[in-house]
Structures are given as structure tokens and as C-alpha cells.
């Protein structure tokens, strides 16, 4: 198995720290609103690695967090005229009705900054009194000249930073340097909790490494997923931390996914474009969805156009169309079981453990449908190489996170359907019209 790491900026050959087992960790969403497409990327991309790990028989411990604590959801909770827990309650809620209707995995563990508090006081605290952070009237910052190792991730230096920070000097800034940035922040606007520093919140930048430092032993882990705009500052701040802390950058392998465009812009809300993910699940529905997202190796951008759903829409549907075809021909002939080609799946499964080639993965899908298709138009057909080919497709598609289920006929269809059958071949003309006219109805045929 061979992933991308954004930290070496090289494929390398993945090594568990436990064998056997894979830590990973996922920033997920500020809930301040609905889930947009751009957001749904990550959820896609780290579920379908998360399920390709699973598959070749690795225990995965998958954290994905909540951050509840935002100058964002202070905003928008006065604008709906709610309680900022109200208005994150709900926003959760929708964030999980999107990833069931996505079909996704729910994470082993997904916390909440509000429930992690006394970790991250604790945290900090701890980057204070070694030297690594300092407060200045109640407002706490995290000294990045301390850590040599700055800009490991990004490959952006301190020296360019400072250069580009002098441009735009803050009177007001209490900083000691440009480049520090805030782990805890005085406040008396929206929620605040009390520290050894003053009534607050915390920065954005502690929450992950805190609740991975919770969660997992030593702070360390296999994996960090996120979104390629968080590389820079959010996750070189995250390992900045982890380095004064533990001496090491968090993970063995960071991934990052590339953004998506509309009509070949970025999606923004300046632009108006921002297209919501539960509007967009509803027009296409979760296979179409998620294929899309899966069409593009997920270190590329993805560009949503109508051409390129149109070409989504049409490989969905040869996948629908024999699926219900052949699941029709299986039952109208008695035919049952669960024998899969183990090899097939596996071939698939390999272009997944080659930096999550999902494109290649979906080609290899269609290859199936083809192979299946042939085999319902032969003239003399084998009806056990059927079904074995037919529970192929269905385990390929199951593997990635599809969801293509097969049309389960009652007693009183599959009588219909026998009716129709001796109808015809009685030559009884007339009744083999009628009968076909109600399989047809039922979509039977």
C-alpha cells in the first residue's frame, strides 16, 4: 500500500505504528451552516480509505471533531436569534444527515470543542509554563520562532512570513512576534470559559492536536486528513504544537484533498455559488453523488459542470440498469447465493491501495457491468457464472461505499411473472399482452 504524504511530498509505502491497526484523524466542519460540496470531499475520500483499510483486514480508530467554538457561530447565532448550542445542535445534526445519506461511516469518535475544554486549557497551559507560549492581558499566543522545524508542511518560511506581516502592521497587535499566532483568546462577546488567563475561548489551532492527544497515545498517529486549504496556517500550527509537546509532527502521513470548482470557479460566497450538500444529494442521489466526488483522483480539483455530471449520471446508470436486470433474471429462475470472484474485488481494492486511485477503481467497476451485461445477452447462458459475477459488481460497489441494491420481487410478482411466462408459451397471445403490461407497471421488466 502506497500513500501520498503531504509532510515528505512523496508516495511512501505505509507502515502502521501498531500492526495491524490505523489511527486516523479528520478535521471536520465549523458548524455555523449547512454542509456545502466542498466540505463533503474529505468526508468522502477518507471514508473510502478508511473502507479500503477495513477491507484488507486492518482495525481503523477513525476521529473526525466538531469545532462548536467560532467567532462564525457567535455571528450566525445572533442572526437566527438562537443560543450558540442551538444553533450548532442543529447544524450537527444536518452534518450527520449528510454523511447518513452519503452513506458514510460514522466516525469511532467525534468530539466536540465544547466537551474537550479542560484538555485544551490543560494544553495550554502546559505550552506556557515550558516556554512555548506566552499571555499577554488575557489573550495567550504560541511562539513560532521556538519551533525550528516550521514549515515542514507548507514549505513556507517563518523569514517570508515576518517579510510579508511587516506590510500590514496591527498597532493593536499584542503579539511578541508577526508570526505567533492565538491559542486562547480573551472575550466577552458569545460563549467563554474560564482559564488561568481570563474568560475566553480557545484559538482554532489547538483543538485538533488536543483531542488527538486525547484520543490516541503519545499524540501520535497514522494519519491527518483534511482539506488542502487547511495545510496552511491550520495544520502547520497543529504540528508547531505537537513538535514543543511530543517532539513530532502528529502523524506518520498527512493527506490532503484538493478543492472543488463550479464551471471552472472557485466556489465562494462572495461569487454565489456555493452550492449546498443536501440540495445536491437530493437532485442526484447518494451514487451519483458520490461517484462524482470519486471520478477525480482526490489530489486534484474536481470541477462540477453539467457535461461532467452528465457523464456521471450515464455510468451510474449502466451500474443501476444491470443490477436491477440481473437481480430480475436471478429470482424469476430460482437462482441464489453469495459466491463473489474474491480476485476481481482485490484488483480493485489494489488501484485503492495505489494513493486512492479511485478513478481507476470506477473504470474497473464499469469493466464488471460490461462483463455482466455480456453474460445476460448470451444465448446460451451459465446461471451460477451469473450470479457469481452479479454479487462481484454488488462487493465492488459495497467496498467503496455505493449503495446499489437489487429489486427484491414479492410471492405475488414472481407469480405474475410465471403467469407471463406460461402465458406465452401456451401462445395464449392475448393474456401474455396484459400480464406484460402489468410487469412493465410494476417495473418488473
Not at 474474491?342 to 464488471?368: P, R, Y
Not at 462487493?395 to 420481487?409: C, H, P, Y
Request: hydrophobic share 35%; proline share 2%.
Amino acid at each position: 500500500m502506497r500513500l501520498f504524504n503531504t509532510l515528505t511530498n512523496k508516495k511512501e509505502e505505509f507502515k502502521p505504528i501498531r500492526e495491524g491497526e490505523v489511527s486516523i484523524y479528520v478535521c471536520g466542519p465549523t458548524v455555523y451552516n449547512y454542509v456545502h460540496i466542498g466540505n463533503t470531499r474529505p468526508m468522502i475520500v477518507f471514508d473510502v480509505l478508511r473502507r479500503m483499510f477495513e477491507y484488507v483486514g486492518y482495525k481503523v480508530v477513525f476521529v473526525s471533531n466538531f469545532t462548536d467554538v467560532d467567532d462564525k457561530i457567535i455571528k450566525a447565532a445572533k442572526q437566527e436569534g438562537v443560543s450558540e448550542k442551538e444553533l450548532t445542535d442543529k447544524y450537527i445534526k444536518a452534518y450527520e444527515d449528510v454523511r447518513n445519506d452519503l452513506n458514510l461511516l460514522f466516525p469511532t469518535y467525534a468530539p466536540r470543542v465544547t466537551n474537550t475544554m479542560d484538555a485544551i486549557i490543560s494544553f495550554i497551559d502546559s505550552l506556557v509554563k515550558t516556554g512555548y507560549a506566552y499571555e499577554v492581558d488575557g489573550d495567550v499566543y504560541f511562539k513560532v520562532s521556538k519551533i525550528k522545524e516550521y514549515g515542514q508542511l507548507s514549505g513556507i518560511k517563518i523569514e517570508d512570513l515576518v517579510a510579508g506581516a511587516s506590510e500590514r502592521v496591527d498597532e493593536n497587535d499584542k503579539k511578541e512576534e508577526s508570526t505567533d499566532f492565538a491559542l486562547w483568546k480573551k472575550t466577552d462577546e458569545g460563549i467563554q470559559f474560564d482559564s488561568p488567563w481570563s474568560k475566553g475561548r480557545p484559538g482554532w489551532h489547538t483543538e485538533c492536536v488536543v483531542m488527538i492527544n486525547d484520543i490516541f497515545e503519545g499524540g501520535k498517529i497514522d494519519i491527518h486528513g483534511g482539506g488542502q486549504d487547511l495545510k496552511f496556517p491550520h495544520h502547520e500550527n497543529e504540528i508547531a504544537q505537537s513538535m514543543a509537546c511530543h517532539h513530532h509532527p502528529i502523524a506518520h502521513t498527512w493527506m490532503h484533498n484538493q478543492m472543488i470548482n463550479i464551471d471552472n470557479q472557485k466556489m465562494s460566497k462572495s461569487l454565489g455559488n456555493v452550492v449546498w450538500a443536501k440540495d445536491m444529494i437530493h437532485e442526484l442521489g447518494c451514487n451519483v453523488y458520490k461517484w462524482f466526488m470519486l471520478s477525480s483522483h482526490y489530489r486534484n480539483p474536481l470541477n462540477l459542470t453539467d457535461e461532467v455530471l452528465g457523464s456521471v449520471k450515464k455510468e451510474v446508470a449502466k451500474v443501476d440498469n444491470v443490477v436491477k436486470s440481473t437481480s430480475l433474471y436471478l429470482q424469476t429462475n430460482g437462482v441464489s447465493g453469495d459466491d463473489y470472484c474474491k480476485e476481481t474485488v482485490d484488483t480493485m481494492v489494489e488501484a485503492l491501495q495505489d494513493d486512492l486511485n479511485t478513478s481507476l477503481a470506477l473504470t474497473q467497476i464499469l469493466n464488471q457491468v460490461k462483463s455482466l451485461n455480456q453474460l445476460i445477452r448470451a444465448k446460451e447462458k451459465n446461471n451460477e457464472t451469473i450470479l457469481r459475477n452479479y454479487n462481484t459488481l454488488l462487493k465492488m460497489t459495497a467496498v467503496i461505499g455505493f449503495v446499489f441494491e437489487s429489486r427484491q420481487l414479492t410471492m405475488e410478482e414472481l407469480e405474475l411473472y410465471q403467469n407471463w411466462l406460461s402465458a406465452k408459451e401456451a401462445k395464449d397471445f392475448e393474456t401474455a399482452d396484459r400480464l406484460r403490461m402489468e410487469l412493465i407497471k410494476w417495473e418488473i421488466i
